[in-house]
């Protein structure tokens, strides 16, 4: 009952500091809260999918995904994004330009922070990104640059093209 009242006001949120930053986002994009601390792959899967209009609903995806406490994995990730018509691009080491390409070409990128936290980038402007945290932890969308490399594992980006 509560999670569609914080999904609400986190949105809300969202939209002020995209337009107080005046950042680069990806329209469209909603962010969804997690209310466990396991199912972030699969709330990035649901806010990624939903993005491109492929309707399914939370509850789908994490059976899909088979989502339990040990989280959620790329491998079942990449799997729906498949079956949903949707190709995924893989890059280590990418830099804010690859960044700046796909948001500016409107394509979500899913990431890894933190060792094994899904999340999404969406947006960015001079000194950072926005990223969509399915965690509660975070209420604001945008990351000075320098600390996000400080948790982005690997350099890892996964482009979500349609």
């Not at 491998?75 to 729906?80: E, H, M, P, R």
């Not at 018509?85 to 960044?99: F, M, P, Q, T």
Request: proline residues 2%; contains cysteine.
């Amino acid at each position: 009952m509560m999670k569609p009242v914080i999904d609400y006001t986190i949105n809300i949120i969202k939209f002020f500091e995209e337009r107080i930053r005046s950042a680069i986002v990806i329209r469209g994009m909603r962010r969804s809260i997690q209310m466990d601390n396991f199912s972030c792959g699969a709330h990035c899967t649901y806010m990624i999918v939903n993005y491109y209009n492929k309707k399914m609903s939370l509850g789908k995806i994490i059976k899909q995904l088979r989502t339990d406490e040990n989280g959620t994995s790329e491998k079942a990730i990449f799997s729906l994004f498949k079956k949903k018509g949707l190709s995924v691009y893989e890059k280590w080491n990418a830099s804010r330009k690859d960044i700046k390409k796909a948001v500016d070409n409107g394509f979500p990128i899913l990431i890894s922070m933190h060792q094994d936290h899904w999340s999404i980038i969406y947006g960015y402007t001079k000194t950072g990104i926005f990223i969509l945290d399915p965690s509660l932890g975070y209420i604001f969308n945008e990351w000075n640059w320098k600390e996000f490399l400080k948790v982005w594992d690997d350099r890892w980006i996964a482009v979500v093209i349609d």
